[in-house]
């Protein structure tokens, strides 16, 4: 059974780099040839799309959030790494990672995470 | 990019009762692109309907999706207790693959 788990540093200072990564166990994030993506969740508020990768390291990211993230994959530890740079208190939010349902991009999520609260506070 | 509004923002019915919810495109969706998702607190989300109508693994029947180009429908057709939660829209057709604000649907 494919899981996902997001991990990386709770407490961000403002204008640094929040960093996570997730882990998949259960399958290999090359072998399945699936895309992976993250999304976040403001406390309280609804879901927005980061970006997505495949495993041969092809991207997709949401044109508001391009000029500061990098979405990257890491095939020997099985794992997919999220860097959102000049955070401000608006970055605040619950990151999950998750698998597209197919073996292109536009397919819906149909695992995910738990997710990882991350809150920009200095 | 293509806003997915969500009505109504709160749904208050009691178990057994029907539940329709509706998502509205800014813009023509095609009906492959689009999906359900149900959220309860404290948890990530979880595919209902793919495809617009299609259910995802191990949903029950009494999920329903329906609708094309810009108006789709959620329809739980007997309210059960674990089916009190938020439910989001969410297209993937277009980059950014948006999802609309949710509706509540809450224990009357």
């Known amino acids: 059974q494919l899981q996902l788990q997001e991990s990386g540093p709770g407490l961000v200072k403002p204008s640094e780099t929040l960093s996570l990564t997730c882990t998949v166990s259960g399958g290999s994030i090359s072998s399945s040839s699936y895309y992976w993506g993250w999304i976040r969740q403001p406390p309280g508020k609804g879901l927005e799309w980061i970006g997505s990768?495949?495993?041969?390291?092809?991207?997709y990211y949401s044109p508001s959030l391009k000029s500061r993230v990098t979405i990257s994959g890491d095939t020997s530890k099985n794992q997919v790494s999220l860097k959102l740079s000049s955070v401000t208190a608006a970055d605040t939010a619950v990151y999950y990672c998750?698998?597209?349902?197919?073996?292109?991009?536009?397919?819906?999520?149909?695992?995910w995470g738990q997710g990882t609260l991350v809150t920009v506070s200095s | 990019e293509i806003v997915l509004t969500q009505s109504p923002g709160t749904l208050s019915l009691s178990p057994g009762e029907r539940a329709t919810l509706s998502c509205r495109a800014s813009?023509?969706?095609?009906?492959?692109?689009l999906a359900w998702y149900q959220q309860k607190p404290g948890q990530a989300p979880r595919l209902l309907i793919y495809?617009?109508?299609s259910r995802a693994t191990g949903i029950p029947d009494r999920f329903s999706g329906s609708g094309s180009g810009t108006d789709f429908t959620l329809t739980i057709s007997r309210l059960e207790p674990e089916d009190f939660a938020v439910y989001y829209c969410q297209q993937f057709g277009s980059s950014p693959f948006t999802f609309g604000g949710g509706t509540k649907v809450e224990i009357k």
């Open positions: 495809g617009a109508s």
């Open positions: 990768i495949y495993y041969s390291g092809s991207t």
């Open positions: 998750a698998k597209h349902q197919g073996v292109v991009v536009v397919t819906p999520f149909d695992s």
């Open positions: 813009q023509s969706v095609s009906s492959s692109d």
